[in-house]
């Protein structure tokens, strides 16, 4: 009797998630079979993400053409401009693309609760594990992304510190106004202050990169691609110790296959292109390939990529284990990849559709995430902040992985996807706890003239406490790195992994300290 499970031991859960057979079931079964499905919603979301990034490299590779004239010879330039600027982009379309599946989820759980005093346990939840996700397994991931040996920095300091302030001081704000202002209850005005700080990230970010007087900090920018994922890793900075690990072979793949996600990323269409080519890279290539391929060709290019189990690199292979493994993975992911055919291919509109189809795709797996995870938590008697906490923050994260982990491959520099840690936190609680706390204090203070109560509010100010304490362990090996290694992420394989264990450990001290408090052990 001992040995009976937790699952078996929680009340009867009455609710189902697709047949009422369902109930019938052991909730061991269930439970098994629950979290089955909700691993399976995670391969789509870090599926979907590999549509979501080549959509915005599309995006930001869009230039619009200005035409000047020369004061001197009264000569006419004609020049072309990138549309975005290359700070608002990883705040912008990179930090909220990625940290989207959180959005989702928390708007979803919000609206759940209309009528309901109390707000929802997950989406908070979600978002501040999801913050030390982030900070801690992806910084993990990213320090040992560059090849052996190479280092890459971040070029704009001060960018990066203004997106470190901004993600430090929402962290800081969520705890003012859960434990200072207004213990325990949130109002409008603090869920609308708390929404329009994302403008004010925006405008600082924005201001530090154009170097305004007065608000910026005075640190000089180091140099930065022109593109913003180039082709290849030009500026390569070897090391005396490279060690030779990792390594491109002769006659290897040069496709960047990603281990995290179900796609794979070709440098083909890529190129760098010097400062007087700049009109055809920006507008000629791209017409190029729509004289040559129609739009639609493309799309259902897509729907038989999809369809097909074997690749012409796979059937190479010499293992047949290999291929039998390649082959079955595909079979498994085939359902994802179908589905994702249907979003139009990113060459249409810059990127726009397909940026915008992929954001509503991630939003219905967010649905069915919620509610598969009200069947884990019904049948297993765990509560659903830790659940949140644990395998939700993990789950919903994987496409901001994805994005760092390409973006740490990919870029000459560290910025982006260093950047898209420390933004992706900012927007967790500027818009992802902001805008569904707005719409349940809108309808609270409208409907009853009551605020929003925060039920287990105790619990997330002790979690935020733990993350600043793991976080400032965090930054301070990242300055450290910067200061005797000359970058944040490559460097030596050994210190580029010792670097990750660490960052690992303090990822699960955060996890455990906080899933025991709200549990009730400590």
Not at 226 to 238: K, L
Request: aromatic fraction near 14%; charge should be negative; charged fraction near 15%.
């Amino acid at each position: 009797m001992a040995n009976i499970s937790m699952a078996d031991t929680a009340p009867s859960c009455d609710t189902y998630l697709l047949f009422n057979g369902e109930t019938l079931l052991p909730n061991g079964v269930r439970a098994f079979f629950y979290t089955v499905v909700l691993a399976y919603c995670f391969i789509g979301l870090s599926a979907i993400t590999g549509l979501f990034f080549k959509s915005m490299e599309s995006i930001m590779r869009h230039s619009r053409e200005v035409v000047t004239v020369d004061p001197h010879t009264n000569s006419t330039i004609v020049k072309h401009e990138k549309v975005w600027n290359y700070t608002i982009a990883d705040v912008a379309l990179l930090a909220f693309g990625t940290s989207f599946p959180q959005i989702s989820l928390a708007t979803i759980d919000a609206i759940r609760n209309l009528g309901q005093l109390t707000a929802g346990g997950l989406g908070p939840g979600t978002l501040v594990g999801s913050a030390a996700f982030d900070l801690f397994p992806i910084h993990a991931v990213c320090v040992v992304m560059p090849r052996a040996g190479s280092k890459k920095k971040i070029s704009d300091l001060g960018v990066w510190l203004v997106e470190l302030f901004w993600s430090f001081w929402a962290y800081i704000w969520l705890y003012i106004i859960l434990e200072v202002w207004t213990p325990r209850v949130i109002t409008l005005w603090e869920a609308l202050l708390t929404v329009l700080q994302y403008g004010l990230l925006l405008l600082h970010a924005y201001a530090q990169d154009k170097r305004w007087p007065y608000v910026s900090i005075p640190l000089a920018r180091g140099e930065r691609p022109e593109d913003w994922v180039p082709a290849e890793d030009a500026s390569v900075d070897y090391d005396d110790n490279y060690d030779g690990i990792g390594e491109i072979l002769p006659g290897q793949n040069e496709d960047i296959v990603d281990i995290f996600s179900v796609h794979s990323y070709s440098n083909k269409g890529y190129h760098h292109v010097p400062e007087k080519d700049v009109e055809e890279s920006s507008t000629g290539l791209l017409k190029n390939k729509w004289e040559d391929t129609h739009w639609c060709s493309i799309w259902w290019q897509q729907f038989v990529d999809a369809a097909m189990l074997e690749s012409s690199v796979s059937r190479k292979m010499d293992s047949t284990c290999l291929r039998f493994i390649r082959i079955s993975w595909n079979l498994i992911i085939a359902p994802w990849k179908m589905l994702f055919a249907f979003v139009p291919p990113y060459e249409i509109a810059h990127g726009w559709i397909a940026f915008i189809c992929s954001l509503i795709f991630i939003s219905g797996i967010a649905y069915w995430v919620t509610k598969i995870t009200d069947q884990i938590s019904c049948v297993t008697g765990v509560s659903p902040y830790v659940i949140a906490f644990t395998a939700l923050a993990a789950g919903t994260s994987w496409p901001d992985l994805v994005a760092s982990k390409i973006a740490a491959e990919r870029q000459m520099t560290a910025d982006s996807a260093i950047a898209n840690i420390t933004c992706s936190n900012s927007v967790n609680i500027y818009v992802g706890i902001g805008v569904p706390w707005l719409v349940d204090t809108m309808y609270n203070y409208f409907v009853y003239q009551k605020p929003l109560y925060i039920d287990n509010a105790a619990g997330l100010s002790f979690s935020l406490l733990v993350f600043f304490a793991t976080s400032f362990g965090c930054i301070t090996v990242l300055v450290l790195r910067r200061v005797i290694l000359g970058a944040e992420l490559g460097g030596p394989r050994m210190w580029a992994w010792a670097t990750s264990v660490y960052f690992m450990i303090l990822w699960v001290a955060f996890v455990v300290l906080s899933s025991l408090r709200i549990s009730g052990v400590i």
